[in-house]
């Protein structure tokens, strides 16, 4: 579970919530994922989701109603999800044919909430005023009324919003071997790293919605996917919360977060 500014996003395989820790979350390669995100806040929030650099709602956004939650599956594609989210391995392949970016492997959650509404009430005013040769009496009235008023500035879900750009992710351009020259080697790469591509297709539909004015300030929330463990053990099911870490070195289990064996201390990493 990642925390940020009143709003959690987790990733999810198999109807199960994975373990989160140092913004690291661990899968088997070839495993399919969703997006559980969720409000705490009163306010609406708009959210943008990029994974490896690619903005994967095209150009949408998701509104996410104050304390509620909600599922992304995977691509979106209008107001229809197309394929799931698919961690796969990044191979020498891949990086060879799509080049090695430097944010593979990140899923990046930008949101921003709703302007907070303020409302200011000012109570009637008597007041008695005194003249020389006469009395009367004054009043002057000032009218209850509210501090902002509400307006659709932002589109529906379904357009783009304004002011906001997403710069293309950089990549690592590889020179072409002459004619005459010995093949090029394939690029080297982090052996645990791993990309995000379409997996099998979803029916998961969105309906279009509004917010009120946003806040100029936006939050930002990242979590790394990773298919080996920090020691290069490969991953061969996934760590959810609910996991008993199991010690290679005494077999002792341990609580999912638990970073070391309580019985002999080898780290659990």
């Given at each position: 579970m990642t925390y940020q500014n009143k709003l959690v996003t987790v990733v999810k395989s198999n109807n199960a919530i994975l373990r989160e820790k140092d913004g690291c979350v661990k899968l088997p390669f070839g495993s399919e994922y969703s997006l559980l995100l969720k409000n705490l806040e009163s306010r609406k929030a708009r959210v943008k989701i990029t994974i490896d650099g690619e903005d994967v709602l095209?150009?949408?956004?998701?509104?996410?109603?104050?304390?509620?939650?909600?599922?992304?599956?995977?691509?979106?594609?209008?107001?229809?999800?197309?394929?799931?989210?698919?961690?796969?391995?990044?191979?020498?392949q891949i990086v060879k044919h799509r080049g090695d970016r430097i944010d593979d492997g990140m899923i990046r959650v930008e949101f921003w909430f709703e302007k907070a509404r303020r409302e200011e009430v000012v109570d009637v005013v008597h007041e008695h005023y005194h003249h020389d040769h006469w009395s009367d009496w004054g009043w002057a009235y000032s009218y209850p009324h509210r501090w902002g008023s509400i307006y659709d500035c932002n589109a529906n879900a379904g357009d783009t919003m304004r002011g906001i750009t997403t710069n293309a992710s950089p990549t690592t351009n590889f020179a072409s071997a002459s004619a005459s020259s010995a093949p090029e080697p394939l690029p080297q790469i982090n052996s645990d790293e791993g990309i995000t591509v379409?997996?099998?297709?979803?029916?998961?539909?969105?309906?279009?919605?509004?917010?009120?004015?946003?806040?100029?300030?936006?939050?930002?929330?990242?979590?790394?996917?990773?298919?080996?463990?920090?020691?290069?053990?490969?991953?061969?099911?996934?760590?959810?919360?609910?996991?008993?870490?199991?010690?290679?070195?005494?077999?002792t289990k341990s609580k999912s977060n638990a970073a070391f064996c309580a019985l002999c201390g080898t780290s659990l990493e």
């Open positions: 095209s150009g949408n956004s998701l509104i996410l109603n104050g304390n509620s939650d909600m599922e992304l599956e995977g691509f979106l594609r209008g107001s229809t999800v197309s394929n799931r989210f698919k961690f796969t391995k990044k191979t020498e379409k997996g099998s297709q979803s029916d998961q539909v969105f309906s279009t919605g509004i917010t009120n004015e946003l806040e100029e300030t936006s939050h930002v929330i990242l979590i790394q996917l990773r298919g080996y463990t920090g020691s290069g053990v490969k991953i061969e099911k996934p760590v959810t919360v609910r996991t008993k870490l199991e010690c290679p070195t005494c077999g």
